[in-house]
Nanobody
Framework: QVQLVESGGGSVQSGGSLRLSCAAS????????MGWFRQAPGKEREGVAT???????RYADSVKGRFTISQDNGKNMLYLQMNSLKPEDTAMYYC?????????????????WGQGTQVTVSS
């Protein structure tokens, strides 16, 4: 049974940092592309960070230079380090997985989703 469990969300002031984690289980982690998404109230879900097949990373323009995605294949863990947080980063953050190599696409169909972890940034 595939499970993605996010943690690390919380409430911080503008300029603060948080590190999100996503624990994956129930599948061969290295065979799946992982990504971070977020959804703010009243807005559509958007891609935040993912990987490209050459191992590089891709970020939404709004988080470039502030967020860093990483993963530990040996521990089946995905991370999102978020620095210099802004109120507009407030959202529910989700990790997601889809089979195959990463292409850097946020529009690709991700098969598995976690339950989300809330990030709230106050000004």
């Amino acid at each position: 049974q595939v499970q993605l469990v996010e943690s690390g969300g919380g409430s911080v002031q503008s300029g603060g940092s948080l590190r999100l984690s996503c624990a994956a289980s129930g599948y061969t982690y290295s065979r799946y592309c992982m990504g971070w998404f977020r959804q703010a109230p009243g807005k559509e879900r958007e891609g935040v960070a993912t990987f490209v097949s050459d191992g590089s990373t891709r970020y939404a323009d709004s988080v470039k230079g502030r967020f860093t995605i990483s993963q530990d294949n040996g521990k089946n863990m995905l991370y999102l380090q978020m620095n210099s947080l802004k109120p507009e980063d407030t959202a529910m953050y989700y990790c997601a997985a889809r089979y195959g190599y990463c292409s850097g696409s946020f529009s690709a169909r991700y098969t598995y989703w976690g339950q989300g972890t809330q990030v709230t940034v106050s000004s």
